[in-house]
């Protein structure tokens, strides 16, 4: 019997798939970030404030991060990712968008809660 942290992951896989392809819908092109990084890495961003917790979904692969291109310049405003955000939270009532965050603001960060 598969865990619960195994069903999250896998379906935060396959919301993965739709939201790019959205994305691709409204004309951005996208690269990835990252999708697991280790406790030293966290640390990392924490002490250098690109993160306010050393409890990171990215430990559980529960959060990716994407950068979103329009005419090849990176696209990290709230207003042109917010229909994106928006499309992501409603896959599932556990998916967040970084972007609505405000310390730190993370637009390029998507990811789902246990």
């Known amino acids: 019997m598969a865990s ?9 896989m396959d919301h993965l798939p739709l939201l790019l392809i959205k994305a691709r819908q409204m004309g951005f092109r996208v690269s990835g970030g990252e999708l697991w990084r280790n406790k030293e890495i966290q640390k990392i961003y924490f002490d250098s404030g690109r993160s306010s917790t050393m409890n990171s979904r990215h430990w559980k692969k529960l959060a990716l991060d994407i950068n979103f291109f329009l005419d090849g310049k990176v696209i990290d405003d709230y207003d042109s990712l917010l229909p994106i955000g928006e499309f992501w939270e409603s896959l599932h009532e556990k998916n967040v968008w970084g972007g609505r965050w405000k310390n730190p603001y993370d637009p390029s960060h998507f990811e789902t809660n246990l």
């Open 4 to 12: 619960k942290l195994l069903k999250t992951q896998w379906r935060f």
